[in-house]
């Protein structure tokens, strides 16, 4: 049984390691990915459903810092426009 401290834990984890992407692109996809995963799966009541879910989301947590590790190998050389501080 999953209980909603380890669900919201899962959560804060997905997106504490999404920021640790060097390219701005994959940050906010991961963002945007989670929080949407998330939000589809909030209103799950059967205890099975429940516990399925929360696999899938620690199997792509897993997946996750496997890929961070890999992108921050090759950090982008130059800055995204979005990432660029206007004067």
Do not use: W
């Amino acid at each position: 049984m999953v209980s909603r401290s380890e669900v919201l834990s899962l959560c804060r984890a997905m997106l504490r390691a999404g920021r640790q992407y060097p390219h701005y692109n994959l940050r906010e996809y991961t963002k945007r990915r989670t929080l949407d995963g998330f939000r589809m799966n909030k209103n799950l009541t059967d205890q099975s459903k429940v516990n399925e879910a929360y696999a899938e989301a620690k199997a792509q947590f897993v997946v996750l810092e496997r890929s961070v590790k890999f992108h921050s190998l090759y950090p982008p050389k130059t800055k995204n426009i979005m990432e660029v501080k206007l004067q």
